[in-house]
Structure formats: C-alpha cells, structure tokens
C-alpha cells in the first residue's frame, strides 16, 4: 500500500528506560569515585597531620626549655641575693618554680667560694648535672620531699604507717640504711612512723624561723620533725609554738 505524498512519517526514537542491573552498575561507579576521592583526602590530611605535628611537639619543647632556663637564671638570683644580704647560702628551692616538662632542678655549685657560685641544673634541659648525692636526691628540698612521698605511698597501701625503729624505718620504705648512716650537705636524714626526722651533723649548725618570725639557732642535741598527719615541720617537739617555717632554714657549716 503507498502511503499518501503529502504526509510525511516520522519516526520517533524509543525511549530506552535503565534496568535495574545497569542501575546498580552506574551507582557502584559513583560510588567507587567519591571512596577513592575519600581516600585521596585522608592521605593528604595524614601527610600534613605528619608534618605539622612534629613541628608544633618540638616547638613547645624549645618554648619549655626557654620557660625552664629563665626559671633556672631566677633561681639563681634569688640565691646571689639571699647570700649577699645574709653572708651564707641559702639553697632553697621557692616552690613557684618548676620545670614545664617536669625535669628536677640540681645545684650543681653550691659552694659560696667557688668563682661560679650559684649554679643551678635540670635533669632534663641541662646535661652536665651531676649524679645525685643519694638515691632521693642532693639537696634538703629533694631528700625530704621523697621520703614524705615515700611514707605517704606506704599508709595508702598498707593503711598504716612504717615501723619507726631500728633498720625498718628505712627498709620498709625500700631504702639501704648503710646509704644514711652518713650525713649528706651536714644533715642526717631519718624517716620513721609518721615522721622525717633531721639533724644536724657535727661541724654545722642549722639556723630557722618559727612561722611567728622569731629566728631559731638549733641545739646540736635536738631536730628538726616533719609530722605526717599536719603536714608541718617542727623544732624538738611538735607542738604549734615549734612550728617553723622551712623555706628560712640554712645549714653552715662552722
């Protein structure tokens, strides 16, 4: 049959609808991509995660390492100062300066007549301190902070304090008596109960004040006592009117 020349046939495309496997196809692409793109990200974020942190570590280090020199140069000071004005050393330590990154301050010259009088160490930001002078430490400041801490670990873990005679009061605490049996700086250092009990040795007197303000020249015969259970020191005996405050004690030797 001939189809009329005025009309004209067109004709029109199929129109092809996606089955579901070719959906699934093209969504596992996309998909695909944007893990691979993810991926790109992260590695890039862990490249500069790398680079960044090390930096910013070694950056707060030298920050803490400066913070620890000027404490270190104040101490020294504040030593120069206390000797000029007194005529002895003073070697105490002010509570307010501690090293950021927990490192231990040492003097390493103590000695008022050596030409570099008063220099001072940290264990972690100063390489030439010297070993300690015993297992807790050199200086008054560090001994009796340790073995406060000593006792204090012992009551919590056995809820009682170490024995306070013979060779136990320093055995129970883990430490050798033949260590202690000789003075360290002219003082003798002897834990025991609930006490850190110090005397002078022969040689030296040890000066103080009461936390009244009176000045206190110690008798060779007595000592002084830091009582656990008020966390004070005293002078001979603990009672209010021997408290002393600790931050004026001198140790000179005669």
Not at 81 to 86: E, F
Not at 193 to 219: F, R
């Amino acid at each position: 049959m001939r189809c009329h020349p005025d009309i004209i046939t067109v004709q029109v495309p199929r129109r092809i609808f996606p089955t579901p496997a070719h959906s699934r196809q093209h969504l596992y692409s996309a998909t695909g991509f944007v893990i691979v793109e993810l991926m790109i990200v992260i590695a890039i974020l862990a490249a500069l995660f790398s680079i960044a942190v090390p930096s910013y570590v070694a950056y707060t280090e030298r920050a803490r390492a400066a913070a620890c020199r000027s404490n270190r140069h104040n101490i020294e000071q504040d030593e120069r100062l206390y000797s000029v004005n007194t005529g002895a050393p003073s070697l105490v330590i002010n509570s307010r300066y501690k090293c950021p990154s927990g490192g231990v301050y040492v003097w390493l010259v103590s000695d008022p007549t050596k030409p570099d009088y008063p220099r001072i160490g940290c264990s972690l930001h100063y390489a030439a301190v010297e070993a300690s002078l015993t297992s807790l430490g050199s200086t008054f400041t560090e001994i009796t902070t340790a073995m406060i801490s000593l006792i204090s670990n012992f009551y919590q873990r056995n809820n009682r304090y170490p024995r306070s005679w013979g060779d136990y009061v320093f055995t129970d605490l883990g430490l050798d008596p033949a260590e202690w049996a000789q003075p360290i700086n002219g003082l003798y250092y002897s834990p025991g109960g609930s006490k850190v009990t110090i005397g002078p040795a022969d040689g030296y007197t040890v000066t103080m004040k009461s936390l009244q303000g009176a000045s206190l020249n110690m008798n060779p015969k007595w000592n002084l006592v830091y009582d656990m259970p008020t966390g004070q020191w005293y002078y001979h005996t603990i009672t209010p009117k021997n408290a002393v405050d600790i931050r004026t004690l001198q140790v000179i030797k005669k």
